[in-house]
T-cell receptor
Framework: SQKIEQNSEALNIQEGKTATLTCNYT??????LQWYRQDPGRGPVFLLL?????KEKRKERLKVTFDTTLKQSLFHITASQPADSATYLC?????????FGTGTSLTVIP | DTAVSQTPKYLVTQMGNDKSIKCEQN?????MYWYKQDSKKFLKIMFS???????INETVPNRFSPKSPDKAHLNLHINSLELGDSAVYFC????????????FGPGTRLTVL
């Protein structure tokens, strides 16, 4: 069965630095990948979508890469701020199938 | 206006009881979902409905039965509740299946005693 892993459950970085979160997957060939943000006590909020034929996507301070050879997506937040502290989830999909990763809790330290 | 709403927000009940969680979306989406998020924050899809038709039915005990009276509503009924059912349940909706971003409700925290 498919397996989706995100790097370390928790990641702490200093304000102003770039946060890099990793999403690795096995036994699956997704047609697209999405990243969501989840704050405590709330539902996930969509951030970015990247398709299998795209290498990189950007949105303001966010950047996502998708390497189907390595079976990996990297999610970058540049010039991180304390307000970026949250849990970030990657989600892979193909057709009607859709699976979330384990999530990474990011803390940006002032 | 709330895009995806769920009721109740909290649900505490005894083992063996039957309970329902309601979900409504006012986004005009044709696809709705139910997810379960366990204590380790792992989010797993349970069901997906497109135009009131069941599309995804992951390995979920048949004690869980979704019902979609119309495109804007997807309710989740749970029979004979067990301790392991304790989790946060999220409803979501999207325009079409697959690529469309999903809009999530605020979640329903179910605690089975």
């Amino acid at each position: 069965s498919q397996k989706i892993e995100q790097n370390s459950e928790a990641l702490n970085i200093q304000e102003g630095k770039t946060a890099t979160l990793t999403c690795n997957y096995t036994n699956y060939s997704p047609a697209y990948l999405q990243w969501y943000r989840q704050d405590p006590g709330r539902g996930p909020v969509f951030l970015l979508l990247i398709r299998e034929n795209e290498k990189e996507k950007r949105k303001e301070r966010l950047k996502v890469t998708f390497d189907t050879t390595l079976k990996q997506s990297l999610f970058h937040i540049t010039a991180s701020q304390p307000a970026d502290s949250a849990t970030y989830l990657c989600a892979l999909g193909s057709g009607n199938q859709f699976y979330f990763g384990t999530g990474t809790s990011l803390t940006v330290i002032p | 206006d709330t895009a995806v709403s769920q009721t109740p927000k909290y649900l505490v009940t005894q083992m063996g009881n039957d309970k329902s969680i309601k979900c409504e979306q006012n986004l005009g989406h044709d696809t709705m979902y139910w997810y379960k998020q366990d204590s380790k924050k792992f989010l797993k899809i349970m069901f997906s409905y497109n135009n009131k038709e069941l599309i995804i039915n992951e390995t979920v005990p048949n004690r869980f039965s979704p019902k979609s009276p119309d495109k804007a509503h997807l309710n989740l009924h749970i029979n004979s509740l067990e301790l392991g059912d304790s989790a946060v349940y999220f409803c979501a909706s999207s325009h079409g299946q697959g690529l469309g971003e999903q809009f999530f409700g605020p979640g329903t925290r179910l605690t089975v005693l």
